[in-house]
């Protein structure tokens, strides 16, 4: 940067002192976006800012300060749980999504199943044998006709197992 105040970084201005050539928060805060700065330093101070970047090898620095903006940012919307209520939410989305998904494996699994019955049944009857009812059809039936031979019932929708 250079040592106009005209070109002073968004930090070197909100602190009130001389943009130097070197100045490692110059990159991260441009003076187009004062409030940025003011937000990460609300949290983390321009001392840790600072040295944190000063750390870090350059290519990871825009990474660190983008990390740093959005923590301070989600800090001052949520001073209590910060990201880690953001964290959270997206952890109860991923759990809603994997039961939807486990669910619709398992009704394509009953889909298929039922397939493959229907395919074994048209097998049998074009071998002479007597057709089965198909699984709708079965539970549409009277509980009197759903029976076992050894006299219990059929487990299905209408035991409630």
């Known amino acids: ?25 110059a990159p991260h805060f441009p003076s187009s976006d004062p409030q940025r700065f003011a937000c990460v330093h609300r949290i983390f101070g321009a001392s840790n800012v600072t040295k944190t970047l000063q750390q870090l090898p350059a290519e990871a620095r825009a990474a660190a300060a983008e990390s740093m903006c959005y923590e301070a940012e989600t800090r001052v919307r949520n001073p209590v749980y910060g990201c ?19 669910k619709v494996q398992a009704q394509v699994a009953i889909c298929r199943a039922e397939q493959q019955a229907a395919l074994a049944t048209q097998n049998q009857v074009g071998q002479g044998e007597e057709e089965p009812l198909p699984f709708h059809e079965l539970c549409s039936l009277p509980e009197s006709l759903r029976i076992e031979e050894g006299g219990k019932l059929l487990p299905g929708p209408w035991t409630g197992k």
Do not use: F, G, P, W
Request: positive net charge; contains cysteine; glycine residues 0%.
């Open 1 to 25: 940067m250079s040592n106009s105040n005209s070109t002073r970084c968004a930090a070197c201005k909100y602190l009130r002192r001389r943009c130097s050539r070197d100045c490692v928060l």
């Open 84 to 102: 880690t209520a953001v964290i959270e939410r997206l952890q109860q989305e991923l759990y809603v999504k994997q039961y939807e998904v486990a």
